[in-house]
């Protein structure tokens, strides 16, 4: 079964910066997209960025735009969030997850990880 299973997450202080790392295992990606959403307390979860596996295309939210950065390693099967200065209204569980390129809908999960930025 495909698996994506993040890591990285944490408590750290408005400013700082943090690195997501999201495995992925169970199936060849190479037609795929690969993206990062999070879900803040009381809100719906949100498209964050996102990366085709060949690093050939890349999106981002606008409220992340100049802060973020995802990448991936498809040697290692291994697609990163890169966090920098982080702010209070970033604190949510991230998730990663995957799509066909012809899909819309992402079909893969992971079960997330938190990250709180505290003040």
């Known amino acids: 079964q495909v698996q994506l299973v993040e890591s990285g997450g944490g408590l750290v202080q408005a400013g700082d910066s943090l690195r997501l790392s999201c495995a992925a295992s169970?199936?060849?990606?190479?037609?795929?997209?690969m993206g990062w959403f999070r879900q803040a307390p009381g809100k719906e979860r949100e498209f964050v960025a996102s990366i085709t596996w060949d690093g050939g295309s890349l999106d981002y939210a606008d409220s992340v735009k100049g802060r973020f950065t995802i990448s991936r390693d498809s040697a290692k099967n291994m697609v990163y969030l890169q966090m920098n200065s982080l702010k209070f209204e970033d604190t949510a569980v991230y998730y990663c997850?995957?799509?066909?390129?012809?899909?819309?809908?992402?079909?893969?999960w992971g079960q997330g990880t938190q990250v709180t930025v505290s003040s």
């Open positions: 997850a995957a799509r066909e390129y012809y899909s819309y809908t992402y079909n893969y």
């Open positions: 169970g199936r060849t990606f190479s037609n795929y997209f």
